[in-house]
């Protein structure tokens, strides 16, 4: 599974970089599992899905400024929140992780 591989590496560069800062690999690999269901059962052509859910089921991480249902969270806007928010339910990717995100002044 993709996700795993992406999992198994954070996990094996992690503590060199240390840049984790929260994790949610388990609901990441259940939503991973519920797009291959998904793409399984869809009547969507391959079009409509290119339209629809451009990015199903890619892994990604984001910084810690970004808020993320159940996790830590540094600083943010609610307009990034917000935005975030929609990206997310848009994409319908598994978020994997936080990252360090460093305060710009």
Do not use: C, W
Not at 23 to 32: I, M, N, Q, V
Not at 65 to 77: C, D, E, I, P, R
């Amino acid at each position: 599974m993709v996700v795993q591989g992406f999992i198994d590496r954070i996990r094996e560069v992690n503590p060199l970089i240390n840049s984790v800062v929260d994790e949610r690999y388990e609901l990441a690999l259940k939503e991973a599992r519920d797009a291959d269901a998904f793409l399984a059962s869809t009547t969507l052509s391959t079009a409509e899905l290119k339209l629809q859910k451009p990015f199903l089921g890619v892994p990604f991480t984001t910084k810690d400024s970004t808020a993320v249902k159940g996790l830590f969270q540094t600083y943010a806007s609610s307009h990034f929140q917000i935005t975030y928010i929609l990206t997310e339910l848009r994409l319908s990717s598994p978020t994997l992780k936080l990252t360090n995100s460093m305060i710009q002044s």
